[in-house]
């Protein structure tokens, strides 16, 4: 009889094999000669798939990698290889210093505040309140709406004459208005609100999904303990949420990286450089500057960024989530 | 615990106050989108005199008929698109354990991790090489391979866990290896589907960069680059933009509002994998 690959014989178990049982039905010699043309035929449906994917996110990427050891400006039809230079000038470039620092800053900030708006909202909506379906789907709200449109929002909301302001003025004392918008010191935090308020009923949901997944005789068994409600939240919610906050520091992690449609929309970057991220920097240089494979080679420190952070973050958390069990 | 009780009457008030204040941006957008410029009056109060000028001036000005078609069309098309190849994808990576099968797994997970700046500009400029630049079917084109990866994963963890005995059966009845798969597979995935669809769907929607490269320069627009145009032009008319503002948000908010249990659930699901 005729067997496929060692490895795929001798498992018996396996999730989901085509042709397993030709080793069960002895007889079935012809049966087994189709489940190979079965399987070849199946093998033909990842075609459409992989050409597409091909197409769009690995040539390309391979193609960017290697421009970004070039000095090409994305026009002139030549190119020359100058190595590690894009890199170098990136060291001592402030604009790229400064926008790292900015993208770090407000990835950081949207990643704490967010998930931990998020996660009290989640805790008041998980309960007997009486408003707590309308809440959340209210809460909600904000994350599908498209972030350029709440963006050009917030952009009046946060200007000197806006509504911001206007509320402040009718409650508070004048010396709390602010150009939000304008002030280098206060633009990178008020652009960092606004993903914050448009996205913290998102990390919401998720944790939602997760307090909805702890069973009710867990939180008894712990108040039968004796457990106060700070000692529960601590030691038996947090750990059994591991799973929701994974996803939700990552997601909010990557999304801050690389942040971009609301930064470009309330600031390009400004005033100044003062909001300028990675993404905003990559765009001005590949489509305005004509730095074409400097741009790709920022391009490429985004990416390190985004897989060496959300890849250490996973790890991490995944440890800690095991631990915890 | 499971009383409602003064502790929970609180949590209500606290809750109802911290939506107010989610709200209120939102307020202030409708409110200022029903008056006229000339009223002088706080941003905060509720207007006296509603006016719908601001609409049909913004309607007018800003191009968005259009704008909401291709964004229809531009969603719809790269939504089947990924659907299609990523179940289909996805049905050898979850079936078939031989090596080569595991290695393609990889190969396509390893786009869930490259973010799609890095193949931004080279793609950008094969697009322009192909005349496609301007065209709708960049976008789609774009859509299509880019969402592959998470389509497919969410696919795979799908398929993993539903019995084969069905697809056996179809197949020892006789009948062929495609018409096993959309007849009696992709029927089984629909809650997957479901999941797909809606994250693609508002991901698709609300992109602004993608559109803004491919369809500058051309009279073609999504909502957000229409907007984002309208913004530009009439900075300071605050009633007018905000009128636009609100009817470039209104067809995923009516769609959010229809199908927010479903809409929800597919954010909070989708992701568990």
């Given at each position: 009889?005729?067997?496929?690959?060692?490895?795929?014989?001798?498992?018996?178990?396996?999730?989901?094999?085509?042709?397993?049982?030709?080793?069960?039905?002895?007889?079935?010699?012809?049966?087994?000669?189709?489940?190979?043309?079965?399987?070849?035929?199946?093998?033909?449906?990842?075609?459409?798939?992989?050409?597409?994917?091909?197409?769009?996110?690995?040539?390309?990427?391979?193609?960017?990698?290697?421009?970004?050891?070039?000095?090409?400006?994305?026009?002139?039809?030549?190119?020359?290889?100058?190595?590690?230079?894009?890199?170098?000038?990136?060291?001592?470039?402030?604009?790229?210093?400064?926008?790292?620092?900015?993208?770090?800053?407000?990835?950081?900030?949207?990643?704490?505040?967010?998930?931990?708006?998020?996660?009290?909202?989640?805790?008041?909506v998980?309960?007997?309140?009486?408003s707590r379906n309308v809440l959340r789907v209210l809460l909600f709200a904000p994350a599908v709406m498209?972030?350029?449109?709440?963006?050009?929002?917030?952009?009046?909301?946060?200007?000197?004459?806006?509504?911001?302001?206007?509320?402040?003025?009718?409650?508070?004392?004048?010396?709390?208005?602010?150009?939000?918008?304008?002030?280098?010191?206060?633009?990178?935090?008020?652009?960092?609100?606004?993903?914050?308020?448009?996205?913290?009923g998102y990390?919401m949901v998720?944790?939602l999904a997760?307090?909805?997944?702890?069973?009710?005789?867990?939180?008894?068994?712990?108040?039968?303990?004796?457990?106060?409600?700070?000692?529960?939240?601590?030691?038996?919610?947090?750990?059994?949420?591991?799973?929701?906050?994974?996803?939700?520091?990552?997601?909010?992690?990557?999304?801050?990286?690389?942040?971009?449609?609301?930064?470009?929309?309330?600031?390009?970057?400004?005033?100044?450089?003062?909001?300028?991220?990675?993404?905003?920097?990559?765009?001005?240089?590949?489509?305005?500057?004509?730095?074409?494979?400097?741009?790709?080679?920022?391009?490429?420190?985004?990416?390190?960024?985004?897989?060496?952070?959300?890849?250490?973050?996973?790890?991490?958390?995944?440890?800690?989530?095991?631990?915890?069990? | 615990?499971?009383?409602?009780?003064?502790?929970?009457?609180?949590?209500?008030?606290?809750?109802?106050?911290?939506a107010?204040?989610?709200?209120?941006?939102?307020?202030?957008?409708?409110?200022?989108?029903?008056?006229?410029?000339?009223?002088?009056?706080?941003?905060?109060?509720?207007?006296?005199?509603?006016?719908?000028?601001?609409?049909?001036?913004?309607?007018?000005?800003?191009?968005?008929?259009?704008?909401?078609?291709?964004?229809?069309?531009?969603?719809?098309?790269?939504?089947?698109?990924?659907?299609?190849?990523?179940?289909?994808?996805?049905?050898?990576?979850?079936?078939?354990?031989?090596?080569?099968?595991?290695?393609?797994?990889?190969?396509?997970?390893?786009?869930?991790?490259?973010?799609?700046?890095?193949?931004?500009?080279?793609?950008?400029?094969?697009?322009?090489?192909?005349?496609?630049?301007?065209?709708?079917?960049?976008?789609?084109?774009?859509?299509?391979?880019?969402?592959?990866?998470?389509?497919?994963?969410?696919?795979?963890?799908?398929?993993?866990?539903?019995?084969?005995?069905?697809?056996?059966?179809?197949?020892?009845?006789?009948?062929?290896?495609?018409?096993?798969?959309?007849?009696?597979?992709?029927?089984?995935?629909?809650?997957?589907?479901g999941t797909?669809?809606i994250l693609?769907a508002i991901?698709?929607?609300?992109?602004?960069?993608?559109?803004?490269?491919?369809?500058?320069?051309?009279?073609?627009?999504?909502?957000?680059?229409?907007?984002?145009?309208?913004?530009?032009?009439?900075?300071?008319?605050?009633?007018?933009?905000?009128?636009?503002?609100?009817?470039?948000?209104?067809p995923i908010l009516v769609g959010y509002f229809l199908m927010q249990r479903h809409i929800i659930k597919g954010f909070a699901g989708?992701?568990?994998?």
């Amino acid at each position: 009889m005729v067997r496929g690959p060692v490895g795929e014989v001798t498992r018996p178990t396996g999730p989901g094999r085509l042709g397993a049982e030709a080793d069960a039905a002895g007889p079935a010699v012809a049966a087994s000669g189709r489940r190979r043309r079965v399987r070849r035929a199946y093998a033909w449906f990842l075609v459409p798939a992989l050409a597409l994917y091909s197409f769009v996110v690995l040539l390309p990427s391979v193609q960017g990698a290697t421009f970004a050891f070039t000095d090409w400006d994305g026009l002139n039809p030549t190119r020359h290889f100058i190595g590690l230079a894009n890199f170098r000038q990136m060291l001592e470039d402030p604009a790229a210093r400064g926008a790292l620092r900015q993208t770090l800053v407000i990835a950081a900030a949207v990643t704490v505040v967010q998930n931990a708006v998020g996660l009290l909202l989640a805790l008041g909506v998980h309960s007997r309140i009486k408003s707590r379906n309308v809440l959340r789907v209210l809460l909600f709200a904000p994350a599908v709406m498209t972030p350029v449109v709440t963006a050009a929002l917030w952009k009046y909301m946060l200007a000197p004459e806006g509504a911001l302001n206007g509320l402040i003025a009718a409650v508070g004392p004048d010396s709390w208005q602010q150009n939000w918008l304008g002030d280098p010191t206060l633009a990178l935090c008020s652009v960092a609100g606004v993903v914050v308020w448009q996205f913290a009923g998102y990390s919401m949901v998720i944790f939602l999904a997760g307090l909805q997944g702890i069973p009710q005789e867990v939180y008894e068994a712990a108040a039968v303990d004796g457990a106060s409600g700070w000692q529960r939240f601590r030691h038996v919610v947090l750990p059994l949420l591991a799973p929701a906050t994974t996803i939700n520091l990552m997601l909010s992690v990557i999304g801050g990286l690389k942040l971009f449609d609301q930064v470009w929309v309330m600031t390009q970057g400004g005033p100044g450089t003062a909001t300028e991220t990675l993404s905003t920097l990559i765009y001005k240089n590949a489509f305005q500057l004509d730095e074409y494979a400097y741009s790709v080679a920022l391009a490429i420190v985004l990416t390190v960024f985004v897989a060496v952070i959300s890849g250490g973050q996973y790890r991490l958390l995944h440890r800690g989530g095991e631990a915890a069990r | 615990m499971n009383r409602y009780g003064p502790r929970t009457l609180l949590r209500e008030i606290i809750m109802i106050a911290v939506a107010a204040v989610v709200a209120f941006p939102l307020y202030v957008l409708v409110n200022l989108s029903l008056r006229d410029p000339r009223d002088g009056s706080s941003v905060i109060a509720p207007t006296t005199s509603p006016t719908l000028r601001n609409y049909a001036d913004a309607w007018r000005e800003a191009g968005l008929a259009g704008a909401i078609v291709n964004s229809v069309v531009v969603t719809v098309l790269s939504v089947a698109v990924i659907v299609i190849v990523s179940a289909m994808a996805a049905y050898p990576l979850a079936r078939i354990t031989a090596r080569w099968s595991r290695w393609a797994f990889l190969l396509v997970m390893l786009g869930l991790l490259l973010p799609f700046q890095l193949a931004l500009l080279p793609l950008y400029q094969t697009i322009r090489d192909l005349g496609l630049l301007g065209t709708l079917w960049s976008l789609v084109l774009f859509y299509s391979g880019l969402q592959v990866p998470f389509a497919t994963f969410l696919y795979v963890g799908f398929l993993r866990a539903v019995p084969r005995e069905y697809e056996e059966a179809a197949l020892i009845d006789g009948a062929g290896p495609v018409q096993v798969f959309w007849r009696v597979v992709f029927p089984l995935l629909r809650p997957v589907t479901g999941t797909v669809v809606i994250l693609n769907a508002i991901l698709v929607w609300n992109d602004f960069l993608t559109p803004f490269l491919y369809l500058s320069g051309s009279d073609q627009q999504t909502i957000p680059v229409a907007i984002y145009g309208f913004i530009g032009q009439f900075v300071s008319q605050w009633n007018l933009v905000f009128a636009g503002l609100v009817i470039a948000m209104l067809p995923i908010l009516v769609g959010y509002f229809l199908m927010q249990r479903h809409i929800i659930k597919g954010f909070a699901g989708g992701l568990k994998g």
